[in-house]
Structure formats: structure tokens, C-alpha cells
């Protein structure tokens, strides 16, 4: 079993930055993938950025290519997604999950947390 909880979110104004932070309980969490998903209101949930159990493997959406960093620090159970030039459209609920198949897919994670809201302004 794998707990997650994220921090980091809030208010900002476009062109900014935020940086999220997923920690994990559990014993197994070094042995999971973990992916950062967001959903906007009134659209489906949407992929973000990945990275190996290891954090040597990255993968990120096109929309975010470049603006957005994720990373994680194993020893301190984990996940970082620094994101910068923010845009409006960056607004979402943002989900950090963890699972055992390398995917974009959000139905292929077993393990939620309970969201952290972005909201960024004009």
C-alpha cells in the first residue's frame, strides 16, 4: 500500500512558477513509477509528466515540454514537479499517482493522492 499526498498548489499569476510535492508512505515506493496527472473542470483527465522508480527516465506532455520539471528524491519518499512560465490554461486539480506499468494512461495507477489545485491568472 502506497499513501500519497500533495502540496504546492495555490494562485499564481501567468508566467510564473510553482512546485508541487507528492510524498509517499509506504515501504515499496521506491519500486513504483509515479505520474503527475491534472484535470480541468469539465475535461477529461489529462497526462502530465512521468518518471522511472529510479528518476532516470522522464517523459512529459507536449503542452508542458520544457516548462515543466519532474523529479524525485527516493531517500525522502518523493516526487517533484517544478513548473514554470505558467499559462492560464495550466489551471487544473493536479494528481500525483504511483504504479507498477510505465504509462500515460490514468487507469493503469493504482495509487491517488487527493489533488492539488493550480489556478493561474491573467
Known amino acids: 500500500q502506497v499513501q500519497l499526498v500533495e502540496s504546492g498548489g495555490g494562485l499564481v499569476q501567468a508566467g510564473g512558477s510553482l512546485r508541487l510535492s507528492c510524498v509517499a508512505s509506504g515501504r515499496t515506493f521506491t519500486a513504483y513509477y509515479v505520474t503527475w496527472f491534472r484535470q480541468a473542470p469539465g475535461k477529461e483527465r489529462e497526462f502530465v509528466a512521468r518518471?522511472?522508480?529510479?528518476?532516470?527516465?522522464?517523459d512529459s506532455a507536449d503542452s508542458v515540454k520544457g516548462r515543466f520539471t519532474i523529479s524525485r528524491a527516493n531517500a525522502e519518499n518523493t516526487v517533484f514537479l517544478q513548473m514554470n512560465s505558467l499559462k492560464p490554461e495550466d489551471t487544473a486539480v493536479y494528481y500525483c499517482a504511483a504504479g507498477a506499468r510505465w504509462s500515460r494512461y490514468w487507469r493503469d495507477y493504482a495509487y491517488w493522492g487527493q489533488g492539488a489545485q493550480v489556478t493561474v491568472s491573467l
Open positions: 518518471i522511472s522508480s529510479s528518476g532516470g527516465t522522464t
